[in-house]
């Protein structure tokens, strides 16, 4: 499987990339904008989330039918008529969210945030460029499921990992030489959104299947994933709700300074989501080709696989940060108050991504196949739930409480969702999936990270800090490998296939 070696390492290698741009100036931008005005970076994120809803499952569509019609000569010809169809869809939808919240921003600077600092005109105001930036930005991620489901994440990581860097370097001289302000920052961002999204259309058409047609819209086309996509619809619009109702209620009854506490703790949560979607955008293109040909028995293999290797970096990278969350804000930020506050939920938002983490490729799997029903089951009971038990978890205990929301959500989908999933999907293997591919890695590297802590003395902010995080994290990673069987026994053949690779031949 060389093309998918090839795709998944070019989508670490971009997302730790990305991940890096993404935190490493958090503290730049806190220090020029002020913790209030960063808590607006973080309604930003949650209108980004939000502003899914008006995907209408075009995505995942575009990436799984690309998939499927690119590697078939009976098909490959209509899938640029596909993209030319959603497209229409695509950009009037992002018009759409700029107005949106072009009209929601009074509201919601005078009635629902509660600035201290800020004015409400400034607030408003900033909201405004903000959704200019949301919109424009948006496009570019339906065109990456296309370059996705093509199966070229090189190209793809080269894009967004470039346009990172320009949002997360290229905004600094902004705050820092021309005005040190929020709607300065919002502005930035909505130039490279629009860079952005131009950029991922122009490189997916010059990747698209040639056509002797010219491409065009078809009803038809949408007739025939209309299935699919109401199903992803559905999905979405519940797993949006889920994701931003501790952000909403934080939002409304707390003050805005403590949604920008939770934003931090959030910024280094994602660093781990990212270690998580680099597996789930190469495996589920190569999924949705092998349910297509029927080749089950190299599915069941490719799955039980890449589970053990997608266990090996989340149990790694989530146990040391839950272990070491203090000192990892510490490290970062310099703040030894901030990093007291935001430890605790930092910790509690890792564990639920962790536990969301090890739940992407079984759900990559049933969108390989077509199957929404058992996600949008699940995501709606999550919610009706999950309602009353934030605003209870808010009222009572802040931040904290709002990160326990995520913890509970994902734990009841591990061990509900899985039993439901393998009853009709690769029934038989669910105990394999528990006690091989994912159980003795967390077992292994939860049991490193406590050692770990316990040998490493309190940490200050220095190289030597550093160099031993760093050490014991390589450490955690090489023994949560020796306990994952197949993925073990896969990075030995591949090293002695670079060192013999006559013999191996």
Known sequence: ?????????????????????????????????????????????????????????????????????????????TASNLVRTLEWLVWPAAATIAVTIWLASGPLAHHWLRPQNLTPAETAHAIIVMGLAVALQWPSSFYSNGLSGLERQPVLNLINAGFATLRGVGVLPVLYWISPTISAFMWWYAAMGACQSLTS???????????????????????NVGRFAGGLIVITALSVALTQLDRIVLSTMRPLIEL???????????????????????????????????????????????????????????????????????????DAAMATKVATPLSILVAGTALNGMMNLPYALQLAHGWTRLTVGINLTALILGIPFCIWAVGHHGIVGAACLLLAINLGLVVIGIPLMHRRLMRGEMLRWYLRDTMPPIAVAATGALCAGWLIPTLSRNL??????????????????????????????QLMHSIWPRKCN
């Open 1 to 77: 499987m060389p093309a998918l070696r090839t795709n998944i390492l070019a989508n670490y290698a971009g997302q730790i990339w990305m991940a890096l741009m993404s935190v490493a100036f958090v503290p730049l931008y806190v220090r020029a904008l002020g913790m209030e005005a960063f808590g607006l970076v973080g309604l930003m994120l949650s209108l980004q989330s939000i502003s899914l809803l008006l995907d209408l499952g075009m995505g995942n569509v575009l990436n799984r039918e690309l998939a499927r019609r690119s590697h078939n000569a009976n098909t490959f010809h």
């Open 201 to 223: 259309a122009f490189v997916l058409w010059r990747l698209m299947p040639t056509s002797k047609s010219r491409a065009q819209f078809q009803m038809e086309e949408l007739r």
């Open 260 to 334: 920008g506490y939770f934003t931090l703790a959030l910024s280094v949560a994602a660093g781990l989501g990212r270690m998580i979607q680099p597996m789930f955008n190469a495996l589920y293109p190569r999924y949705s080709r092998l349910v297509a040909t029927s080749n089950y028995k190299a599915l069941t293999e490719l799955y039980h696989l890449s589970n053990q290797y997608l266990a090996v970096v989340i149990a790694a990278v989530s146990t040391m940060l839950i272990v070491f969350s203090k000192d990892v804000i510490y490290l970062w930020t310099g």
């Open 464 to 493: 030597a800090s550093f160099f031993l995080l760093a050490l014991a994290s390589a450490t955690t990673l090489l023994i949560t490998i020796l306990a994952a069987p197949m993925a073990r026994e896969h990075i030995k053949q």
